[in-house]
């Protein structure tokens, strides 16, 4: 498929060949959430109420079985299929990572949240599953079909996307189920961009520099940064603004290398200023790496601004 589908699309395409099973469990929960079914209803037997939904045996009872993995309903033996006591709480969920965070140092934080999270389902008795994206990183803006697939067959009731970039997002918050993300995109990058001007220039800077691995396009930090300077009287120029060419992120492994070189470039330039904001901390070894090879002293020749993750 070319993408995904937002709920009211999902629901409303006739066309698109569910099975009868989906189509009647994504109505049953409508009824449980709307209040129309009310805790404790019990359903008519599987035979009786295939007629009343005019579907057939076999979609009820394969309904049935979503719904109960959701936490919606309970079927007891002998007893029949009621509406849960509490059917609004949280049954299934899946775990979206756009990358392995098991995998660098830098990603210990993610991992630390990943664990939390975990934890806190399993107190609350909700079923989940990590879902790895496997494709290639330039195939991950695209819509994962197998996640698609999931989405649409009600496999889980709602997914938390760990570690998903803007182009991400784009799809996956249009599956039809509930979306919710973890992303340090929506850090406060205007907010650091301020505090951290403000900072040198309560220390008496009147010219700034940047290091950043993030690129103009799509986050805009750079662009933001700027302005803040000039807004703040603050001398800025091209030389001592050092950004990744392009739209290309600079991740990983990659990033230590890159505050490494992006320094020395900096201070070699013909003038300098006498402040230099680094963001985000991952390039601070690489930074440090390069001050101690030039042997610069601070903040006697050089303060410094930089990030550090509160997490």
Not at 53 to 74: C, Q, R, S
Not at 78 to 86: A, E, K
Not at 162 to 172: E, G, I, Q, T
């Amino acid at each position: 498929m070319d993408a995904a589908l937002t709920s009211g699309e999902y629901a409303g395409k006739k066309g698109f060949g569910l099975p009868a099973h989906i189509i009647l469990a994504d109505r049953i929960q409508a009824m449980i959430r709307s209040g129309e079914l009310k805790p404790g209803f019990r359903f008519p037997p599987t035979k009786e109420y295939a007629a009343q939904m005019n579907t057939y045996p076999l979609a009820v009872h394969e309904a049935f079985k979503i719904l109960a993995g959701h936490g919606l309903v309970e079927r007891q033996r002998r007893s029949g299929t009621f509406v849960s006591g509490n059917p609004s709480v949280l049954g299934s969920a899946a775990i979206y990572l756009g990358i392995d965070i098991m995998g660098a140092d830098y990603l210990s934080f993610y991992r630390l949240v990943y664990a939390e999270l975990t934890m806190l389902l399993k107190k609350e008795g909700v079923r989940y599953a990590t879902l790895l994206d496997p494709r290639a990183d330039e195939e991950r803006d695209r819509p994962w079909d197998e996640l698609l697939r999931l989405a649409e067959r009600k496999k889980y009731q709602g997914i938390v996307v760990f570690a998903a970039d803007k182009p991400r997002m784009n799809w996956l918050s249009r599956l039809p189920i509930p979306v919710s993300s973890f992303s340090d995109l929506n850090c406060r990058m205007d907010d650091f961009a301020e505090k951290s001007i403000m900072a040198l220039k309560e220390k008496g800077c009147r010219s700034l520099g940047l290091i950043t691995s993030f690129p103009e396009n799509p986050v805009k930090f750079p662009e933001c940064f700027i302005e803040i300077a000039k807004l703040n009287k603050m001398k800025i120029t091209d030389q001592w603004i050092k950004i990744p060419p392009g739209d290309s992120w600079v991740q990983g492994s990659q990033m230590e290398r890159y505050g490494y070189e992006r320094f020395l470039e900096f201070w070699n330039s013909p003038k300098r200023p006498d402040g230099l904001v680094v963001y985000p901390d991952i390039l601070l070894p690489g930074v440090i790496s390069a001050m101690m090879h030039l042997r610069v002293r601070a903040p006697e020749e050089l303060k410094f601004a930089i990030h550090m993750n509160k997490g």
